[in-house]
């Protein structure tokens, strides 16, 4: 009986131990207070000395100061709040529920999106009636211009040529240089040149005499000042992206189909001057070309067939993007040359190609651009004149 009383005492010595030592690693629990008011259960998984974590059905505690402001704008440099009335144009325009982002979207573009974002402090909100406007009056002055050009009258609806056109060499330029003359491009890789339209005609004339000439678009536009209109071409190309394994169905597995287009886009947005002779113009310009699927080799083994194989398929692209403002003359042809780029519209190939007659996979595209002038609503026939006729049975005296 002793020697149980030592190994009973022993024991109880080693499991207080064993819980001191426990509780000096474990984090201190929550004890909630003797009245139990404002207490809340310990977040789960929560550790000694982390970060406090709010409550997610309160608001959440910023974290920067914010402060109401003295409730005024400040006009630390003169800005100056000015009021706009754009429903000339709005009222106008009718193929578009928004005309009135065209407005804002070239405001931003002239003067750029950070004079809107930093010092000194600008406003710049619009409705279908009206354009708001708080900044300095040098900027008033530049968004008054622009919002005149879009109500001038005399620049409603034009009429635009756009003509879409590849070579297969660009040695076109040693024949037809002199006649292009040469305006600036941001962009890297790409030319453009402002031409007479009968030396535009003259040009095309030329080029279509080469074997090696094609035109994919040549589309007579209608577009409203300021709007932008879209030429494309694309076509679906369907392929196999993965598998999944299904060892419940025969084969096994179940091919994922995915479908990538290919083809171009070009989108063409003008704003006339106020005097109507000279053409701001924003061209975007996407090309997507599928040049090859290559295919992989996946196992998808299943018990009764360990060895077996499928193929997915991973495209290799080539893709071309493009966006520039351009500013020429109204009676003139603006012409861009996008150098060597992948084919717009690219043909089926069938696996063999043959020199001379398998349309090559990149070509130099050429974009000629020709204002054809206001297209205005057609005038009414004036009315009919109608003459009463004296009754028969009235005589007339001689």
Partial sequence: MAFRSIIAAGS?????????AVLAQAP??????????????????????????????????????VTTGNGT??????????????????LRVTTTTRPEQAIVDWILRETGYEAWHSD???????????????????????????VDRFIN????????????????????????HRALRPIPVQSPGVQAWIVSK??????????????????????HLLVQNGQATVVSASRPKNYIKDVTLNPQVWPGFA?????????????????????GNAIDG????????????????????????????????????????????????????????????????????????VPGLTPPDHADLLVFIENRGVIRPPVAAPPAVTTTLPPSNVIRPF
């Fill in 12 to 20: 109880l010595v080693l499991a207080g131990i064993v819980s001191r």
């Fill in 28 to 65: 201190p629990a929550a004890i909630p207070p003797e009245n139990g008011v404002n207490w809340r259960p310990p977040v789960a998984g929560s550790a000694a000395g982390g970060p406090v974590q709010s409550d997610p059905s309160g608001p959440r505690t910023p974290i920067a100061k």
């Fill in 73 to 90: 704008l400040p006009n630390d440099s003169g800005q100056v709040w000015r009021e706009y009335d754009i429903t000339p144009y709005t």
């Fill in 120 to 146: 000194p402090v600008g406003l710049l909100s619009a409705n279908g009636r009206v354009l708001r406007v708080y900044h300095t009056p040098q900027m008033q002055d530049t968004v008054a211009e622009i």
């Fill in 153 to 176: 009258t005399q620049a409603e609806t034009q009429a635009f040529g756009m003509r879409l056109i590849t070579l297969s060499s660009p040695n076109w330029r040693s024949k037809l």
């Fill in 198 to 219: 009968e030396d535009a005609a003259l040009v095309i004339a030329e080029l279509q005499k080469r074997s090696d000439f094609r035109e994919h678009s040549s589309p």
């Fill in 255 to 275: 091919p994922e189909t995915a479908v990538l287009d290919e083809g171009y886009s070009l989108e063409f947005k003008p704003l006339i001057s106020i005097d």
């Fill in 282 to 353: 924003v061209i975007k310009c996407n090309i997507d070309q599928i040049e090859k699927m290559v295919d992989v080799p996946i196992d998808v083994p299943t018990a009764t067939a360990p060895r077996q194989k499928t193929t997915i398929q991973v495209p290799r692209t080539s893709s071309h993007r493009f966006a520039e403002k351009f500013h020429w003359p109204i009676n003139m042809v603006l012409v861009i040359g996008f150098g060597v780029v992948p084919t717009p519209t690219p043909t089926e190939s069938s696996g063999i190609r």
